[in-house]
């Protein structure tokens, strides 16, 4: 099955630690973004990337890093300078060649809580 | 003005109602209109996408896009309980990026 998955499904953290959440997707899809999502709140975009070994910030990218160094995967680390990290986060793909770059993909999200 | 407002609801309907989501947006630049629905404590689905103005159909689904006046709607024609969920609306095409603009959602329940 073709898809993106996202693991773990929930995680917990202490405050002060890094941590990484993973995205990864089978549809061969070019360009992957990373989102935050807080009650009451739109999907705030974090960070994206286009083609491998390139990416550019979002919204609201203080706090985070991320890489692309295989076309299916796009790991984001939530470091501890995030100030709230706890947020249901979400990666989605979208694929050049479909001729409408702005459909994305969603993946099933990783529920952080950092205590 | 924020660049998208979506009216949060919560908007619960009986079933079999028709349902009226909509969004209004400020940047005129927006080509790209798309509808996710979100279960809860799942990732967004894709519904439907239009580009630029018009009607675009697919079942139960009716997604308008109204250009000159920035305004964008989805009908739900039969609603069904399995209907509820979030809908989120969402815009691109602005300056050449890839980047999508999101609505907060409308919370959308059908009551049986």
């Known amino acids: 099955d073709g898809g993106i998955t996202q693991s773990p499904k929930y995680l917990f953290r202490k405050e002060g630690q890094n941590v990484t959440l993973s995205c990864e997707q089978n549809l061969n899809h070019d360009a992957m973004y990373w989102y935050r999502q807080d009650p009451g709140q739109g999907l705030r975009l974090i960070y994206y990337s286009q083609i491998v070994n390139d990416f550019q910030k979002g919204d609201i990218a203080e706090g985070y890093s991320v890489s692309r160094e295989k076309k299916e995967s796009f790991p984001l680390t939530v470091t501890s300078a995030q100030k709230n990290p706890t947020a249901f986060y979400l990666c989605a793909s979208s694929s050049w060649a479909s001729g409408n770059s702005y459909e994305q993909y969603f993946g099933p999200g990783t529920r952080l809580t950092v205590t | 003005q924020k660049e998208v407002e979506q009216d949060p609801g919560p908007l619960s309907v009986p079933e079999g109602a028709i349902v009226s989501l909509n969004c209004t947006y400020s940047?005129?630049?927006?080509?790209?209109f798309m509808w996710y629905r979100q279960y809860s404590r799942k990732g967004p689905e894709l519904l439907m996408y239009?580009?630029?103005?018009g009607n675009k159909e697919d079942g139960r689904f009716t997604a308008q896009v109204d250009k000159s006046s920035k305004y964008i709607s989805l009908f739900i024609r039969d609603s069904q309980p399995s209907d509820s969920a979030t809908y989120l609306c969402?815009?691109?095409?602005?300056?050449?990026?890839?980047?999508?603009?999101f609505g907060k959602g409308t919370k959308l329940t059908v009551n049986p």
């Open positions: 969402a815009m691109g095409g602005q300056g050449g990026s890839e980047k999508l603009v």
């Open positions: 239009t580009y630029s103005s």
């Open positions: 940047n005129s630049a927006f080509q790209y």
